[in-house]
């Protein structure tokens, strides 16, 4: 079947602007995972979601990162004024929803901020 | 607080030789769950095994081994008859506690020549 895709692949934004990540997850998967990639280093935890239910977002880095999934299914990462730190790879996960279930990644998006 | 460590940033063989890779990890946690990832330069991160914290057997897939020591906190990783293909970084995650998000360690770049 079909794995977890993201879109889009590759973003570039100025400074200041607003930018939205989507991610599909695997059919049937429950639960929802956004990682950040800074270049050079390993995937950081942002937020997690069962079914539509934001259950963790202690990884958000500011206010400015919002996440959300509303029917349970896609999901949507916005970040609002964006900044050159917030280059990064935005990579996505989903599994079946039990704690002891593998997660898959999606191939991620590359953000740049100008 | 959860915490992996890949020590080994980049290791460089030469085709056919075996390879391993470190990891140590720290945790609170009685249960938990080990990962290995590879991550291609097309950049999606590829699962390769899950091992759980009550189950400390070696286990062979192929060319892949890995090596669980709760005694030592590592879950090493070694490639047989390194190939080409084989060149990528490899991470190793941790998941445990009362969510279910991975920890990364740093990654280890690995690069197979001819």
């Known amino acids: 079947g079909a794995g977890v895709s993201q879109s889009p692949r590759y973003k570039v934004a100025k400074r200041g602007q607003d930018v939205a990540l989507r991610c599909d997850p695997i059919s049937g998967h429950v639960s929802l995972f956004w990682y950040q990639q800074a270049l050079g280093q390993g995937p950081e935890f942002l937020t997690y979601f069962q079914n539509e239910a934001q259950l963790d977002k202690s990884g958000l880095p500011s206010d400015r990162f919002f996440a959300e999934r509303p029917e349970g299914s896609v999901s949507t990462l916005k970040i609002q004024r964006t900044q050159q730190e917030d280059s990064a790879v935005y990579l996505c996960?989903?599994?079946?929803?039990?704690?002891?279930?593998?997660?898959?990644f999606g191939p991620g998006t590359r953000l740049t901020v100008l | 607080a959860q915490k992996v460590t890949q020590a080994q940033t980049e290791i460089s063989v030469v085709e056919k030789e075996d390879v391993t890779l470190d990891c140590v990890y720290e945790?609170?946690?009685?249960?938990?769950?080990l990962f290995w990832y590879k991550q291609p330069p097309s950049g999606e991160l590829v699962f390769l095994i899950r091992r759980n914290s009550f189950d400390e057997q070696n286990e062979i897939s192929g060319r892949y081994s890995w090596n669980f020591q709760k005694s030592t906190s590592s879950f090493n990783f070694t490639i047989t008859a390194s190939q080409v293909v084989d060149s990528a970084v490899y991470f190793c995650?941790?998941?445990?506690?009362?969510?279910?998000?991975?920890?990364f360690g740093g990654g280890t770049r690995l690069m197979v020549k001819p």
């Open positions: 995650a941790l998941s445990g506690g009362a969510g279910n998000m991975l920890t």
């Open positions: 945790t609170r946690d009685t249960t938990y769950y």
């Open positions: 996960a989903s599994s079946l929803g039990r704690r002891t279930d593998t997660q898959y």
